[in-house]
C-alpha cells in the first residue's frame, strides 16, 4: 500500500474517539509483544517494560548486534509471518519501527 | 552410500589432524543439506586428557563436527553457484573467466557466529559412529542459521542450532 495514500485517508476520514482508542490499545499490546520477544528470544536480562518505544536496538541503545538481528528476523518471521529484507533493516532501528513494519506487512 | 571420502573432504576444508573431525559425506544437497560420518574411536588425542578414567567425547567437538559438515553443503552450495555463473559467462560471451577448478575453495569456508540451544542428550563414546545431519536454514545477509542434529545409531545425541558467516 503507498503509505502516502494511506495518510491522506487517515486526514479525511477523521476517527472518532472510541476507535484512536482501541487503535492505541492495539498498538501498546502489539509493541509490548514485540518487547516481550526481544526480551525472551535473546536471553536479555532486564524487564521488557524498561525498553522504550523510541530506544535503538542495536549499538549504543540497547546493545544489540547483528547476529541478535537474524535470531529477531527468524522469531518476528515466525511470530507474525512478516519477512524483513537485507535492504531494509532500518526496520531494527526500534520498537516502534519494528511494529510499523509489521502493521504495514501483516497479513490480515 | 558415499558423496565424498576423506581425501575429497581435505580437498575442500581447510581443517587437518587433529582437527578434522569429518570422515565421509554420505548424502549432500549443496547449499541446502548434509549428512556425514564421523567415527570415534580410543585413538582420538582428546580421549587421554577427557577423561583419563572415562573417554568421552567432548560435546564442543561434536559442534565443531557439526560445523564442518556445515562448512561442506556451505561451500559446494558456493561452487555449484560459481559453476552456473561461470557457464552462463561463458554461453553469453567467449569470454574467458576464472575457472572454478583454480579457486581455492578452502578460503571461502565460513566462520561460525553463534550456537543456540544446543542439547547433548547422551555421552558419546569410543566406537560409536556419529551420523552428523545439518540444513541450512534461513539468511539474513552474510548470517544463516543451520539445523544441526548428531545420531548414533537411531538415537539423537546432539541437537541445535547454529548461526555461520560468510566469509566477507
Redesign the interface.
Given at each position: 500500500m503507498n503509505p502516502q495514500y494511506n495518510d491522506m485517508e487517515r486526514g479525511t476520514t477523521l476517527l472518532t474517539y472510541q476507535e484512536t482508542k482501541e487503535k492505541a490499545e492495539k498498538r501498546r499490546e502489539l509493541t509490548q509483544r514485540i518487547k516481550a520477544i526481544i526480551v525472551e528470544r535473546l536471553n536479555l536480562d532486564m524487564e521488557p517494560s524498561l525498553i522504550t518505544d523510541d530506544q535503538p536496538l542495536f549499538g549504543r541503545g540497547l546493545g544489540l548486534d547483528s547476529i541478535d538481528a537474524l535470531e529477531l528476523f527468524v522469531v518476528i518471521e515466525d511470530e507474525f509471518g512478516v519477512t524483513i529484507y537485507d535492504d531494509n533493516m532500518e526496520v531494527f532501528g526500534s520498537v516502534n519501527k519494528l511494529a510499523d513494519y509489521i502493521l504495514e506487512n501483516i497479513e490480515e | 552410500m558415499t558423496v565424498m571420502n576423506a581425501d575429497e573432504i581435505r580437498k575442500l576444508l581447510p581443517h587437518r589432524w587433529p582437527f578434522l573431525l569429518l570422515d565421509r559425506v554420505t548424502e549432500l544437497k549443496p547449499g541446502v543439506s548434509g549428512v556425514g560420518i564421523k567415527n570415534v574411536t580410543i585413538s582420538e588425542p582428546f580421549f587421554e586428557g577427557h577423561f583419563p578414567n572415562e573417554s568421552i567425547m567432548p560435546g564442543v567437538l561434536i559442534v565443531e563436527a557439526l560445523a564442518q559438515m556445515t562448512a561442506v553443503v556451505y561451500c559446494t552450495g558456493a561452487l555449484q553457484a560459481m559453476r552456473e555463473a561461470e557457464q552462463e559467462a561463458a554461453a553469453t560471451a567467449e569470454l574467458q573467466v576464472e575457472s572454478v577448478e583454480e579457486v581455492d575453495v578452502s578460503s571461502r569456508v565460513g566462520y561460525l557466529?553463534?550456537i543456540?540451544d544446543m542439547k547433548f542428550m547422551k555421552p558419546v563414546v569410543p566406537g560409536d559412529q556419529l551420523l552428523l545431519k545439518v540444513k541450512i536454514?534461513?539468511s539474513?545477509?552474510i548470517?544463516?542459521?543451520v539445523n544441526v542434529a548428531a545420531y548414533v545409531g537411531k538415537e539423537c545425541v546432539v541437537e541445535g542450532t547454529l548461526?555461520v558467516s560468510q566469509r566477507p
Open positions: - | 557466529v553463534a543456540r536454514g534461513r539474513l545477509g548470517l544463516s542459521k548461526s
